[in-house]
């Protein structure tokens, strides 16, 4: 039995069942399953664990098929937070709290109800007087014993303060104010708050050096694999290291990164760098990727790089029935249920979560939101197709607007908000029902370090795509009449227009001329990346170059 190590120091909070790369490990654990002669060894930080396992089980990957080690303990500031984000979730106050209110509450129906009780057994205005004189006294002493009460009159301006004392209460609400919408920010969005990027970085690093640890107690272990170049620490491993390098869109898109996510981006974009610099030997998906970013911009060795192109995604498993009279009507039926779920983790849930039509018509394009997926070129052209040439179908995407700012000016600039929905967070069920009733899948990215897998998970449950021409996918989608008919340029919104109509109008022609290649790339398993991985490995173990 042979032993190799995969190495995962991805940062507190990620959910890998929405991430890429959390798909890519998925189906290489579970390819590499099927080799009774090599056994993983994935080591994590503690955080991870717990994610790892929950994209295991809806990736369908047996438990027993690798060894997952990490350190005992998460940090004691992330279980605090992670803690808080529970009870958050859950809205579930604290006993303390409850039984204050539950005073409180008892305290106002029981003045209420004496307040209420005099009003209708007082005979005269004397009596009135008196239960006026009764709420001012009342009042006094509530504004005696809170001076927060007494601030707030303060500042509204029905109570009188000194000079002082009023520029010391300014200034308290004004700093107060800060802190508090910093906090907010710091605990809705972590790692945009700069400070607390700092502790996560600082988390990091010493949760890679309990990593660390445990690595170099794993002498069966003859090499180590890292899935991305993020992690320099995993260069500090003694044993022969392998890293794969998807691509580096960073470097492609430095200020539209860095007006994304700032310092957060450009820190990532170092890691990247010093990962490479350091690195032993590397996998990309791609030669475009390995000639154009590691030999030409990382001056790498091009005999320390190996080519191991992806193996297809296939959707159809998660959305086919059985046991029904009538199967495709059965799963076509199944697939609605599952995009009526959907609908409520929209961005717009107003109009979503009453949505009614069963039977509507839609694009789809399934991608995280970044700078280097082109979606501001798809919605141009997306919204002259809907303008101009009356398209009846909405556009469906699976980013959050929230966090790219310039799909959701757009979309609010442009009228959009009920044609364009943003349903973020899905299932791989989900995923596979949106693709399979979509007329259309697009994909627009000006970069990706391997074929998108837009194109056989759209496939696999029967729809056609239409995409972007750039060097990965002539790479894969060699065929040049079919690469006439399916391919367009980024960079024209016009020509992305043209194709998606063309594409829409002859579905069936597009199908059937895409099932061809379709076949071809299905006879590749992800059992074959495996295997094409473990043959890198045993070179590097036994101290071989590359071919």
Sequence with gaps: MKYYGIYLAYA????????????????????????????????????????????????????????IISPAKKPVVLRVYEAYLERKK????????????????????????????????????????????????????????????????????????????????????KRFRVLSSRFGGAVQEPKDDAFVFRLYKRMESI???????????????????????????????????????????????????????????????????????????????????????????????????????????????????RGFSDLVETSKHYCWTLLSAAMHKSSNRHYTSGFKNSSFKFLFYASQFRPNKNLLMLLRAYEYLLRNKFLSHKLILTGDPD????????????????????LYGLSIQELAACYKLADLAVNPSLSEGG????????LSVGTPVVMARIAVTEEILVDEKLQAKMFFDPYDWRDMAHRIEWAIEHRDELVALQSETYQRLIQRTWTDVVDEHINVLDLISSGGQHQ
């Design 12 to 67: 507190p909070g990620l959910d890998l069942r929405h991430e890429g790369l959390g798909r890519y490990l998925a189906a290489f654990v579970k390819g590499a399953s099927l080799r009774e002669d090599v056994r993983f060894v994935l080591v994590c930080p503690s955080w991870s664990r717990e994610g790892i396992a929950e994209l295991f089980a809806s990736e369908g990957v047996p438990e027993e098929t690798l060894e």
């Design 90 to 173: 859950r809205n579930n106050k604290s006993r303390v709290v409850r039984w204050l209110n539950e005073r409180m509450t008892a305290l106002k129906n029981s003045l209420s109800n004496h307040v209420e009780q005099r009003l209708v057994t007082t005979q005269s205005l004397l009596g009135v007087l008196g239960l006026l004189i009764e709420g001012l006294v009342a009042l006094a002493a509530v504004i005696v014993i809170s001076p927060v009460v007494f601030a707030v009159l303060i500042g509204l301006g029905i109570v009188r303060a000194p000079k002082i004392v009023r520029w010391i209460l300014i200034r308290f609400f």
């Design 403 to 422: 966090k790219f700012s310039v799909v959701k000016k757009f979309i609010s600039e442009h009228g959009l908000q009920n044609d364009v929905l943003c």
């Design 451 to 458: 074929c998108p897998f837009t194109f056989t998970e759209a």
């Design 207 to 321: 949760e890679s050096e309990k990593m660390l640890k445990l690595i170099n107690g794993q002498s069966k272990v003859k090499a180590w694999y890292s899935p991305t170049a993020f992690w320099p620490a995993f260069n500090k491993i003694n044993t022969p290291r392998l890293m794969c390098v998807p691509d580096v869109v960073l470097s492609d898109f430095p200020v539209e990164f860095s007006g994304l996510g700032g310092d957060r981006y450009m820190q990532t974009f170092e890691s990247v760098r010093r990962s490479i610099q350091t690195g032993q030997h590397f996998i990309t998906y791609s030669e475009a990727v390995k000639w154009e970013t590691l030999v030409d911009q990382y001056s790498v060795n091009p005999t320390d790089v190996t080519v191991i192109h992806h193996a297809p995604n296939m959707l159809h498993k998660w959305v086919t029935t």
